[in-house]
T-cell receptor, first 113, second 115 residues
Framework: RKEVEQDPGPFNVPEGATVAFNCTYS??????FFWYRQDCRKEPKLLMS???SGNEDGRFTAQLNRASQYISLLIRDSKLSDSATYLC??????????????FGQGTILTVHP | NAGVTQTPKFQVLKTGQSMTLQCAQD?????MYWYRQDPGMGLRLIYY???????DKGEVPNGYNVSRLNKREFSLRLESAAPSQTSVYFC??????????????FGPGTRLTVL
């Protein structure tokens, strides 16, 4: 079983749609969680961290369920510029310890007019 | 600030050739990382350096060596390139262990093809 698993998609949605991505992780000791965004042929960039209580950043909402070892990302009112690959990322150790990040393979999102 | 820079951007090698990928960061970060990204595999950690003067193996270190030349620079060397090393290589840095943030900042990548 992969350490971090995502539905690779692709997800094709119209502008204005709401879309949700899911991710599961296998290591119950994981402490920090992130969503990264990667545009085509570019480097990954941090989209948002995921906190236990859930968190929102504009149109983006991230949720964490530690009991089920499950992370989600919800994008509301999709824009053409949201088209990218979304990477679920898990860190085994939080705080100031060395952080080995484990990346999912990514979910491809295409938003069309 | 340039952030994380990598050279070269593209490289084609023949099997058995050697080369060094260069990486530098200007954010005064302590930790630096080398990843490779292959279709359907996600990013996989090759080597990392938690501080100047230290390096450790990641998930896929075989066939690679690294040097943390100073706080700014972290190079990745392929001694005898193989077709299985065809990939996109990303360098990253983070403020860890100081700073408290696990965010990693990535360079633009090097696209390597081994024939």
């Amino acid at each position: 079983r992969k350490e971090v698993e995502q539905d690779p998609g692709p997800f094709n949605v119209p502008e204005g749609a709401t879309v949700a991505f899911n991710c599961t992780y296998s290591n119950s000791a994981s402490q920090s969680f992130f969503w990264y965004r990667q545009d085509c042929r570019k480097e990954p960039k941090l989209l948002m961290s995921v906190y236990s209580s859930g968190n929102e950043d504009g149109r983006f909402t991230a949720q964490l369920n530690r009991a089920s070892q499950y992370i989600s990302l919800l994008i509301r009112d999709s824009k053409l510029s949201d088209s990218a690959t979304y990477l679920c990322v898990v860190n085994e150790r939080g705080g100031t310890s060395y952080g080995k990040l484990t990346f999912g393979q990514g979910t491809i999102l295409t938003v069309h007019p | 600030n340039a952030g994380v820079t990598q050279t070269p951007k593209f490289q084609v090698l023949k099997t058995g050739q050697s080369m060094t990928l260069q990486c530098a960061q200007d954010m005064n970060h302590n930790s630096m990382y080398w990843y490779r990204q292959d279709p359907g595999m996600g990013l996989r950690l090759i080597y990392y350096s938690a501080s100047e003067g230290t390096t450790d193996k990641g998930e896929v270190p075989n066939g690679y060596n690294v040097s943390r030349l100073n706080k700014r620079e972290f190079s990745l060397r392929l001694e005898s390139a193989a077709p299985s090393q065809t990939s996109v290589y990303f360098c990253a840095s983070s403020a860890l262990p100081a700073g408290g943030s696990n965010e990693q900042f990535f360079g633009p990548g090097t696209r390597l093809t081994v024939l």
